[in-house]
């Protein structure tokens, strides 16, 4: 079953604006993690948050994490066009297994 | 570092053929291995998780005697689709954890059975 529940679906904005991505899911987490997928290649791992952070950058990434909303978000500043891709949330859940329980995605398209 | 590859990256087989898929980290020494399937514009489906020298895990509703694991070493789990028909044509992703939280994925393998 899938945990995550990404908003929008689908976000296309213009080369140089900022892109807001959210994730909501459903039950207590370990970490919460997102991902980006290029077309019909595998997944790149982008940044890692764990459930006792509220925020994280990587470069121009900014993710939150609002625990007890049970939501994140995922900012990528200043987008390229290289960034369009499909994005993904995933989450750890507390027990004892590392599964990755992944959102539908988001799809980003970035117009040059 | 930390990079896991997948074998072959796309495959044609005829309804009724067995395919095996390999999953291997180059770098690094996986115990736990991750296998999933994606369809066209849809998310990853966690299928199993794959323990090296033992029984894979399965979720549920993925049949064990179709799809088998195996976990034959710490650099290298194995997907085989046996009987494929073209319900199973699709996108299979393998994942491994290296020493951290981070699980690193492969390039995928794009399955179609014709």
Known sequence: ?112 | GAVVSQHPSWVICKSGTSVKIECRSLDFQATTMFWYRQFPKQSLMLMATSNEGSKATYEQGVEKDKFLINHASLTLSTLTVTSAHPEDSSFYICSAYSDTDTQYFGPGTRLTVL
């Not at chain 1, 908003?7 to 993690?33: F, H, R, V, W």
Request: hydrophobic share 30%.
């Open chain 1, 1 to 112: 079953s899938q945990q995550g529940e990404e908003d929008p679906q689908a976000l296309s904005i213009q080369e140089g604006e900022n892109a807001t991505m959210n994730c909501s899911y459903k039950t207590s987490i370990n970490n919460l993690q997102w991902y980006r997928q290029n077309s019909g290649r595998g997944l790149v791992h982008l940044i890692l948050i764990r459930s006792n952070e509220r925020e994280k950058h990587s470069g121009r990434l900014r993710v939150t994490l609002d625990t007890s909303k049970k939501s994140s978000s995922l900012l990528i500043t200043a987008s390229r066009a290289a960034d369009t891709a499909s994005y993904f949330c995933a989450t750890v859940g507390t027990g004892a297994n590392s599964k990755l329980t992944f959102g539908k995605g988001i799809t980003l398209s970035v117009r040059p």
